[in-house]
């Protein structure tokens, strides 16, 4: 397992990230759970990736009690706040200084640690006050409960706004996590940019595109019985961005390309996002301990410039570019109703 800098600081973290978004505390149970974690530390993975609103806080339990009895300082634990969780009362959500406070605390008592080595905003709030969340999250960092900020799905003007007041509060802000991979590259052509000025790199989510690039999904066949495409709680809405005959016929061409490599499917659409000099580390989930070590020998995999330009050409037009997409990855926004804020559109929840 190889490991790079987050962003421009002196943190290293491992390429693969081992997320328990959508398995622990609800789609797998937690003996599997706590097998995947060890499979995961087994194999160099460091770098673990949580939220509070996964499985409504449970998947933080469920990964701290999977770390108990592990040296603190050789892991890297993230966490995320903005999504609502419990009883989902007025301040339950959002990015507001109440909200992050109270949601910091809950993370580490869940987590079983002083502190988390990356707090992130998981989404951008239209309804707090940019400065408001900054001076909560520099306190935090102050208070030594995280030692660095990071984001999720913010665009290119989110990340500068959010950097100008990291820089005047003397807080590294060094991550942004977005979904990112082969069939969804929205974030090439302002995210990154913007993000290499500034010092910022990503962290990535789905890189196997919520598994369409494993190649499981045939075009014209009914969905495989336990698929996520057919988990009504896994994930199945997210899929169907991708759930096309069209996309699924042009994954089909690249099972030659990683055949050839001697490499899986998923290892091949890992290994890809991996290229890409402005990300740290790709996030991989599993519901079974042999799908994390499978996954995680993506690391170090190098792919030429004409296997590159290979996949490009198997998969065509079916790619996602649009950069204006990233704010479709934006939560149901609180309208701000009382003239203090700008009266943001909604946006659609991921």
């Avoid at 987590?111 to 239209?126: F, G, K, M, S």
């Avoid at 030692?147 to 942004?176: C, H, M």
């Avoid at 950069?323 to 701000?336: C, D, G, N, Q």
């Amino acid at each position: 397992m190889r490991h790079r800098h987050l962003g421009n600081s002196g943190l290293k973290i491992s390429e693969i990230t081992y997320g328990n978004w959508l398995t622990h505390g609800s789609q797998v149970e937690n003996d599997i759970a706590v097998k995947c974690v060890h499979t995961a530390l087994d194999v160099g993975i460091t770098s673990f990736d949580t939220a509070d609103m996964y499985a409504d806080t449970a998947a933080e339990t469920v990964l701290g009690n999977a770390l108990r009895g592990v040296r603190r300082e050789s892991v890297e634990i993230f966490s995320k706040t903005y999504f609502p969780v419990g009883p989902q009362g007025p301040n339950d959500m959002g990015l507001s200084r109440k909200h992050i406070m109270e949601s910091i605390d809950g993370t580490l008592r869940r987590l079983r640690t002083d502190y988390v080595d990356l707090y992130q905003a998981h989404r951008w709030d239209y309804g707090t006050p940019l400065e408001e969340t900054m001076v909560a999250f520099a306190d935090i960092v102050r208070s030594g409960k995280a030692l660095y900020i990071g984001v999720s799905e913010w665009t290119a003007d989110q990340l500068r706004a959010g950097a100008k007041l990291a820089r005047e509060l003397r807080i590294p802000f060094v991550a942004n996590q977005p979904q990112y991979s082969l069939l969804w590259r929205v974030v090439e052509a302002e995210v990154v940019p913007a993000s290499r000025e500034l010092g910022i790199s990503q962290v990535v989510w789905s890189p196997v595109a919520q598994g369409v690039l494993t190649g499981k999904y045939l075009p014209g066949r009914p969905t495989p019985a336990g698929s996520r495409a057919a988990d009504e709680k896994g994930g199945s809405e997210m899929i169907q961005r991708f759930f096309r005959d069209p996309v699924l016929e042009r994954v089909q061409a690249l099972v030659p390309i990683a055949a050839e490599l001697g490499l899986s499917m998923a290892q091949l659409a890992v290994a890809w996002v991996l290229q890409n000099e402005n990300v740290s580390s790709a996030l991989i989930g599993a519901s079974r301990p042999e799908q994390v070590t499978q996954n995680a020998a993506a690391s170090g995999v190098t792919l030429s410039p004409d296997v590159m330009a290979l996949i490009d050409a198997a998969l065509g037009d079916v790619v996602e570019r649009d950069p204006s997409k990233t704010t479709l990855e934006s939560p149901v926004a609180r309208r701000r109703t009382d003239g203090w804020g700008s009266d943001e559109s909604l946006q659609n929840d991921r």
